[in-house]
Each structure stands twice: as structure tokens, then as C-alpha cells.
């Protein structure tokens, strides 16, 4: 039971979980009423810096953890692909900012129960298309394509992945399920606006995909243009490029999707997963 939890206060040179060294472990807890706060816990390596707070409520068998925090890393790709969770991204250094919680026990997490909010802000990597998740979808979006319709250069996209300068993402989680109406992906060939959701359980999406071709120079006068237009019927002078953006809607779910282009002027050509 939780009140038989004592106070703690740990230090560690090391901690490991399933075989990999999560760094130099503090952790500081003290007993509450039919609860347990979690005062400091900090993990340190030379690539990751964790740091939160949180507690432990109990209400008969009801039990609520909730925890906030920080996670700063200079190889964010390395660090999944070390706590086996994704092998699409490769280096990139990720800011996040977390406010997370569960119905159950700190040992007893699961996604199926998970909610909270987070804040993301990556720079500088690629994500790739190896397995199931959000690099396969970006692979199936045809903006290599665009191409033959505007002559631009999308070398970027290849079998080594979609490079990116930034992605900044704002994600509300409910009981699994991951919602976000802003989640931007700065890539070499275009800049993709992501919104909708997915569950973490069963992988199901429901994603609406804006992307808009980034122009050589020759081309900065067509954009010009178009945001000119724009800007004259919508009164918004960020409206981004939306008259050159390509509109696509993706359903199903990571290993099984449908993409939809939408108000294309073009004849759409179906979209199936790689």
C-alpha cells in the first residue's frame, strides 16, 4: 500500500532499465496524506538531461499519479533507439516540456491510460521510413512529385530520410489517445503543417497534412503572388502559401493507411502505403 512507502532519498552513479544506463540517478520522496510526493527525480548522462516532480494519490483502490517535467537531449533518435521505442529518427536535438498522468501506480503506467500534455521542439535530423509511424506517412506523401508540376529540386527526399531544421509540436493526450492542431515539421523540401490524432494503443490516425513546396528563388515570385491573393481574400498576410499547399487527408492506421489528396486541381492519382 502507499503508505507504506518511506521517504527516500537516493543517489546513484548509474541506473539501468533493460540493459541500458539511464545516467546518474537523485531521487527525492516524501510521504503525504494517502499519497506520496516525488520532490525531485533527476537522471543525467552526457547526451539526456531528465528532471520532475509529481505524487502519488490513493482513494481507497483508486490510484492517480501525476508528474511534470523536462527532458533535454542532444541525440533524441539515439536515446528511442536505445529504450527500444523508434528507429525513425536519426540525431536531432529535442526539447520537451511534459505534464503527464495515470490511473494507476508510478510502476503501473501503460499508454492505454495515459493523459497530459506535451510540448515538443526538435532541430536539426531525419526522420525516417524503416517502420510503421510518422516517417512512413511523410514517405508516402507524393511531394516528391511536385516536382513535375513546378520544377523544383526536392533532392532531400530520399531512402536516407526526410531531413528537417525544426519540428515544434503542441500534443494533448486522452486515455491514450494523442490529439494535436499544431505540429510543424520544417523539412529541406517543404514545410508541413500536421493536425488530427492517433491512439497509442491501437494505432489508429485521423491526420489532416498541409504541405507547402519550399521555392528556389525563381520561384519566390510565384509565392509572392499567391500570398498576395491570399492575403486579399482571407485578410491573413500569414497565410503561409496556402493557394500552392497540397491538402491530404490520412486514415487507418500506421501499417495500414489511405491517402487522400484534397481540393487538388489535379486529377488525383490514389496514394497507397508503402
Known amino acids: 500500500m502507499i503508505h507504506d ?7 546513484s552513479k548509474a541506473l539501468y532499465w533493460q540493459g541500458v544506463n539511464l545516467g546518474q540517478l537523485e531521487l527525492l520522496t516524501q510521504p503525504a496524506p494517502n499519497g506520496l510526493l516525488i520532490k525531485k527525480l533527476v537522471l543525467n548522462t552526457d547526451q539526456e538531461q531528465l528532471s520532475l516532480v509529481g505524487n502519488w ?17 542532444k541525440n533524441f533518435g539515439q536515446l528511442l533507439h536505445q529504450i527500444h521505442i523508434s ?7 529535442a526539447n520537451i516540456q511534459f505534464t503527464l498522468n495515470w490511473a494507476d501506480a508510478p510502476y503501473a503506467f501503460s499508454s492505454t491510460n495515459l493523459s497530459g500534455d506535451l510540448n515538443l521542439q526538435m532541430t536539426n535530423g531525419r526522420i525516417l521510413g524503416v517502420n510503421p509511424g510518422l516517417g512512413r506517412i511523410l514517405g508516402a506523401l507524393d511531394i516528391w512529385k511536385i516536382n513535375k508540376r513546378l520544377h523544383l529540386d526536392f533532392s532531400d527526399v530520399t531512402e ?6 525544426e519540428i515544434n509540436a503542441d500534443i494533448t493526450i486522452d486515455q491514450g489517445l494523442l490529439s494535436s492542431n499544431n505540429f510543424y515539421i520544417n523539412a529541406m523540401p517543404a514545410k508541413i503543417d ?8 491501437t494505432k489508429q490516425i485521423n491526420i489532416n497534412a ?15 503572388i499567391a500570398n498576395s491573393v491570399t492575403k486579399t481574400f482571407t485578410g491573413d498576410e500569414h497565410a503561409g502559401g ?8 490520412i486514415t487507418g492506421t500506421w501499417e495500414n493507411f489511405v491517402i487522400v489528396r484534397q481540393f487538388d486541381r489535379v486529377t488525383p492519382e490514389p496514394l497507397k502505403t508503402p
Open 194 to 201: 500536421l493536425s488530427g490524432t492517433t491512439h497509442l494503443d
Open 160 to 165: 536516407e530520410g526526410l531531413s528537417f531544421s
Open 57 to 73: 494519490q490513493q482513494q481507497g483502490a483508486t490510484n492517480k499519479t501525476t508528474i511534470k517535467g523536462t527532458l533535454h537531449s
Open 87 to 93: 528507429d525513425n529518427l536519426v540525431n536531432t536535438t
Open 5 to 11: 512507502f518511506p521517504a527516500l532519498n537516493i543517489q
Open 210 to 224: 498541409t504541405v507547402l513546396p519550399k521555392f528556389p528563388i525563381a520561384g519566390t515570385i510565384i509565392g509572392s
Open 242 to 249: 496556402f493557394l500552392l499547399s497540397l491538402l491530404y487527408k
